[in-house]
């Protein structure tokens, strides 16, 4: 058995890969005819298959020697998250032909993170984390766009989840430890659920442009 604080880890990271998995079957359903949604659908899969390794070797990574193996596959579905939360995001925001001039632009931003990982002795979460928060931002001022352009209601929602998972950065640097069941990370975690809840009820209502 992990000791607390691994255990409040784990038990928060398959939470939060249980509800992305939930989430991600909700707008596959939903959207099987808009591509907007289904690439949040991916994204949401990705969530789940990202949270549930972490929860592994939060909780039994150095007893069973598993990072290795499965740290790096973690730090590489946080890129592929990036890049299918902002084509998503794109698909519904922007129209052609400068939409596909902005999915072009963030196809490049992908590669260039797959290979910047690539070279790395050691992979580590922060050499992803610029990509990440570059994403966020795009996200940001794709929705702001569409809030003052064209009054799009799911705008509100998705701003509110980049709000969160924006607030949640801090929190995870800062090495807060209030127990031995919550810490920065659980905090985190438990953050990044309320985002997903976010995104996912502005995600549901996306219509392709």
Not at 89 to 111: C, D, E, H, V
């Amino acid at each position: 058995m992990p000791p607390p604080e691994e255990l409040g880890i784990t038990l928060a990271a398959f939470l939060l890969g249980l509800q992305s998995l939930a989430y991600s079957g909700l707008l596959f359903w939903i959207g099987r005819k808009e591509n907007s949604v289904l690439l949040c659908s991916i994204a949401c899969l990705d969530i789940s298959a990202t949270s549930i390794l972490y929860g592994i070797l939060a909780g039994w990574g150095e007893s069973a020697n598993l990072p290795k193996v499965l740290w790096p596959v973690t730090v590489f579905l946080v890129a592929y998250l990036s890049f299918f939360l902002a084509c998503g995001t794109a698909q519904s925001s922007i129209r052609n032909p400068a939409r596909r001039g902005f999915q072009l632009a963030l196809l490049l931003k992908f590669l260039i993170s797959l290979s910047y990982l690539a070279t790395r002795p050691e992979v580590r979460f922060q050499d992803v984390l610029w990509d990440y928060v570059t994403a966020l931002a795009i996200i940001c001022c794709f929705k702001a766009y569409t809030k003052f352009g064209r009054n799009d209601k799911t705008s509100n929602w998705i701003l509110s989840g980049v709000a969160i998972s924006f607030l949640a950065l801090p929190v995870l640097a800062s090495g807060f430890l209030a127990n031995a069941w919550v810490n920065h990370i659980t905090v985190f975690l438990l953050l990044q659920m309320v985002a997903l809840h976010c995104f996912y009820s502005g995600a549901r209502y996306k219509k392709d442009i």
